[in-house]
């Protein structure tokens, strides 16, 4: 992010408060750990909660039966979509000859926020409400929430993401007192299975993982430990991993690496896993039991209603205003000279101008299949593909994973939806490329 002084200090818009750096400060610090939080699940509790019980569905352990607790969820998410009617944030959309826009865009402002989705969401949320800050929201697409977007698919009538699947997860319960405070969420155990060698197998590796493919009989923590240890490789250097190669061996071993890591590590980056930095492979969990869940965090949600209403209620305070399908480079010479600066875009597109060239990125392409009819495609939300499928039932094999929203939500509906993504160099940027 790139932060920019503007003027002094002044009473902003309704009075209550006055604008100052040390307020933004508390506020941006606030705002980041919600940030990271939603990237990266936070700090792991010390006895993460364990169910042996975990259901497809992905809503926990409640009392009913499956359909009944699939019914409710579904009945609580209509209640959050027809809640985006009473939720009515100022949300203008950008054109040179709208002197409403015009005038939105070139009035006095505390702060200017580039970029609508959770960082900047969540960091002019809380300038406005914790320093009293006028805020000025800009983003270049035409709706807010960033990354996290998304609509009811106008066929299948099941609200998806636009841009990939997003789920939260912490163990911070502050964090999830602050986002329970704005919009209502729905507990929700994400699954992830991978087909490997023609099975489908829980992600991330744990016992069942570790049974299926290698046809072992792994029956407690202690011999998966052992297991474990038994295989490990550590790096013939004799220190810490120094790329991914070497991180993944030392956690899984030869024979998991090549089925699983390498694999899907190409697909993703179209590197050798010796190619990039240790905290690629580091990031995935490996467990020592049977938890077939991808998080193993405290508090795991989706918002009711979907993220476009949760944004709904992040970016309905008064003293924000969010002005859309507009470029910030572009109007950049009419924006206030007075107001601070927060820049949540692409690092390199802020210093383009400054001969510091760009970043390697990789982006995503979005193939979509409509099944009239159907039920479900799969059996979870989310199915990887990390080897290169010869006869997948598509003419190109080279995708990484498979979503069906359907899933999220209890959403019923006689027809569903899919969508292939396939990782690219081309596209808007989506993943920094840690070399």
């Known amino acids: 992010t790139g932060v920019e002084p503007g003027g002094g200090r002044r009473m902003c818009w309704g009075g209550a408060r006055m604008f100052s750096p040390k307020r933004a400060i508390i506020a941006l610090a606030s705002g980041l750990v919600l940030f990271f939080i939603f990237e990266s699940g936070g700090r792991p509790i010390d006895n993460p909660r364990a169910e042996a019980d975990v259901l497809q569905d992905g809503g926990g352990t409640g009392g009913g039966t499956s359909a009944e607790r699939l019914a409710a969820r579904y009945a609580r998410y209509q209640q959050g979509r027809s809640m985006l009617e009473h939720r009515r944030p100022r949300v203008l959309h950008y054109r040179p000859d709208s002197t409403k826009a015009r005038s939105a865009l070139t009035d006095e402002y505390d702060v200017i926020m580039v970029g609508a989705g959770l960082s900047g969401g969540v960091l002019a949320e809380r300038l406005a409400r914790l320093a009293g800050a006028k805020v000025l929201l800009l983003d270049k697409r035409n709706h ?124 993703q980056w179209a590197k050798d896993p010796s190619e990039l930095a240790p905290s690629v492979t580091a990031r995935i969990p490996v467990r020592n039991n049977f938890d077939n869940r991808y998080f193993s965090d405290r508090f795991q949600a989706l918002p009711s209603g979907g993220y476009t209403s949760f944004f709904q209620s992040l970016l309905a305070h008064p003293n924000v205003t969010t002005l859309l399908d507009v470029d910030f480079f572009e109007v950049r010479p009419l924006l206030s000279k007075r107001a601070k600066l927060f820049y949540t875009g692409p690092v390199d597109s802020y210093f383009s101008t400054s001969g510091l060239g760009k970043l390697e990125y990789r982006s995503i392409r979005f193939v979509r299949e409509l099944y009239r009819n159907y039920g479900f495609w799969q059996p979870v939300s989310v199915v990887n593909y990390p080897q290169d499928e010869q006869n997948c039932g598509f003419d190109d094999c080279s995708f990484t994973r498979i979503v069906e929203y359907k899933h999220y939500y209890g959403q019923q509906s006689p027809h569903t939806v899919t969508f292939r993504e396939y990782s690219s160099d081309e596209g808007e940027p989506y993943y920094p490329v840690p070399s």
């Open 144 to 267: 807010i929430g960033g990354n996290c977007y998304d609509y009811l698919d106008p066929d299948a009538n099941v609200l998806v993401n636009k841009y990939g699947a997003h789920l939260f997860h912490t163990d911070l319960a502050h964090v999830w007192m602050y986002i329970t405070s704005l919009h209502a969420w729905e507990r929700y155990d994400h699954q992830v299975l991978a087909r490997v060698d023609g099975k489908l197998v829980p992600v991330p590796v744990n016992i069942n993982t570790v049974n299926s493919l290698l046809n072992l009989t792994l029956k407690t923590e202690s011999e998966m430990d052992a297991w474990l240890k038994a295989t490990q490789v550590p790096p013939s250097h004799g220190g810490a991993p120094r790329n991914s190669k070497e991180m993944a061996l030392s956690r899984v071993g030869s024979a998991l690496y090549k089925k699983v890591f390498e694999p899907y590590t190409k697909k």
